[in-house]
Nanobody, 128 residues
């Protein structure tokens, strides 16, 4: 299983970006629950958002709730993270991750130890 993240870049405060993460190999895509994490310089990796195998359950960190939206397209084997109203504190490397147990409830996926597969990360920089 490989995860390839893309879509990062430089954006001004208040702007938007959409991250994508494509999963290749492994079982059918709908078997996996998915999540996004981020790590800022000098800080520990933190949870951002997660989505159940069906897409029917999503969950967000308080810091991004109402600004970010996680979604998935099972036909494209891709998970997305739409980020709006970006703030300078959102600057980080963003990682996508896959849970092969296919959790049905997204809030059970806030712990990074729930995920077996990780992407390489994509840099998001929010700066004027």
């Amino acid at each position: 299983v490989q995860l390839q993240a893309s879509g990062g870049g430089l954006v001004q405060p208040g702007g938007s970006l959409r991250l994508s993460c494509e999963l290749s190999g492994g079982r059918q895509f709908r078997d996996y629950a998915l999540g996004w994490f981020r790590q800022a310089p000098g800080k520990e990796r933190e949870y951002v958002a997660s989505i159940s195998w069906s897409g029917g359950s999503t969950y967000y960190a308080d810091s991004v709730n109402g600004r970010f939206t996680i979604s998935r397209d099972n036909d494209k084997r891709t998970v997305y993270l739409q980020m709006n109203s970006l703030k300078t504190e959102d600057t980080a490397i963003y990682y996508c991750a896959a849970d092969q147990d296919g959790a049905a409830i997204a809030f059970t996926l806030v712990d990074a130890r729930e995920y077996e597969y990780w992407g390489q990360g994509t840099q998001v920089t929010v700066s004027s």
